[in-house]
């Protein structure tokens, strides 16, 4: 693993794999690019692949305040400018990560090759809004562990522990979020809809959704994808945190949708 201070933040970055395209992958709120780890191989066998901590998680530097989706995407533009990726990527994203990688597709066209978006989270619906208020409120007063149990069996749900050792790192690991920078994520997600943006993206994308997934399902995400001009849609039988569920599952229609646009 790697630091670099690039957009005024400090951030943890892995870059792996060799060839002629790079992929970036973004992980979920409250994840790390660890949520990687399982499919990396998959991935990283035909192309560089980049992964990071967003800011906020992780390794990486904290939020001190708010943050907008502007920083995180130009924390994107920042790390392939410092690492001198040049050209365009692909890029693939796991709920507020795939509405992250899709706003740099938008705020930076000329980069964008190709992306996957999984539950992209871009978002609170007006009936949501007051819990993601009410959840940065709880994790700020309480910590993590005041949130957890609510928010896995929503996003990690039984159905899907598939492996009761990988569910209890991945638990783990969830509670090691710093709470403030949790907390401004889930405000940026509350209070600044960008769903909107999806009618801009001009490269190729594939919006997929979790059969298990009960805060993005296929209901909702099919319907977005219908936004994006020339999107494909595709269900898969895994959950919210898809690159961690079911790892196999989702590099294999990240790697196949990259590898048919040239990535």
């Not at 208020?133 to 996003?155: C, I, N, Q």
């Not at 961690?244 to 590099?251: D, H, L, Y």
Request: glycine content about 12%.
């Amino acid at each position: 693993m790697n630091w670099i201070e690039v957009n005024g933040v400090g951030l943890r970055y892995d870059l792996t794999g060799s060839g002629a395209s790079t992929l970036v992958l973004v992980h979920e709120m409250g994840g790390t690019l660890d949520s990687w780890d399982q499919g990396l191989g998959g991935l990283n066998n035909s192309r560089r692949v980049l992964r990071f901590d967003t800011r906020g998680a992780g390794l990486s530097e904290k939020i001190q305040g708010t943050v907008s989706w502007d920083d995180m995407a130009d924390d994107i533009k920042g790390l392939l400018d410092a690492l001198n990726i040049q050209g365009k990527v692909g890029l693939a994203g796991i709920a507020v990560g795939g509405a992250i990688a899709m706003h740099f597709a938008v705020r930076y066209p000329d980069r964008a090759g190709a992306l996957v978006l999984h539950g992209p989270a871009t978002g609170a619906a007006p009936d949501r809004r007051q819990a993601s208020l009410d959840r940065a409120a709880s994790v700020e007063a309480g910590g993590m562990r005041s949130v957890v149990e609510t928010s896995l069996a929503a996003s990690y749900p039984p159905v899907v522990r598939h492996n009761q050792a990988v569910f209890e790192a991945f638990r783990a690991r969830w509670l090691g979020n710093d709470p403030q920078s949790f907390a401004a994520i889930n405000r940026m997600l509350a209070n600044n809809d960008i769903t909107g943006e999806l009618s801009k993206v001009a490269c190729p994308a594939l919006l997929t959704a979790g059969r298990h997934d009960s805060l993005r399902p296929p209901s909702a995400i099919e319907p977005m994808s219908k936004q994006v001009p020339g999107a494909e849609f595709l269900e898969l039988n895994t959950g919210h945190f898809a690159s961690v569920q079911t790892p196999g599952t989702m590099a294999q229609a990240i790697h196949y949708f990259m590898h048919g646009n040239g990535i």
